[in-house]
Nanobody, 126 residues
Framework: QVQLVESGGGLVQAGDSLTLSCAAS????????MGWFRQAPGKEREFVAA????????YYADSVKGRFIISRDNAKNTLYLRMNSLNPEDTAVYYC???????????????????WGQGTQVTVSS
């Protein structure tokens, strides 16, 4: 079992930055492949970013590449998502999740993740 708790969401203006955190417990965090997803009202959950534990390889959705940065602090058992240059299209509930396998072969598929946090709301006003 892995417990994930997101925090850091809020209401910001277009162009602002925000950092989300995801605190993990229940498993050795350094060995976990982790990802961020988001879901806007009326839309399916979509991949945002992921990081592999083996070599810290990172993966990003095209829509956030160059603006968002995923990182992890293994000493604190915490995953981060730094979001820069936010725009209204980034408005969504953001979720962190634990990848199912030890090798991250399909980081963009939500079906490959087995534990999810409760989500944190990010709202970007224009």
């Amino acid at each position: 079992q892995v417990q994930l708790v997101e925090s850091g969401g809020g209401l910001v203006q277009a162009g602002d930055s925000l950092t989300l955190s995801c605190a993990a417990s229940g498993r050795t965090f350094v060995l976990l492949n982790m990802g961020w997803f988001r879901q806007a009202p009326g839309k399916e959950r979509e991949f945002v970013a992921a990081v592999a534990w083996t070599d810290d390889s990172t993966y990003y959705a095209d829509s956030v590449k160059g603006r968002f940065i995923i990182s992890r602090d293994n000493a604190k058992n915490t995953l981060y998502l730094r979001m820069n240059s936010l725009n209204p299209e980034d408005t969504a509930v953001y979720y962190c999740a634990k990848y199912r396998g030890s090798l991250m072969t399909m980081p963009r598929s939500p079906l490959e993740y087995e534990y999810w946090g409760q989500g944190t709301q990010v709202t970007v006003s224009s």
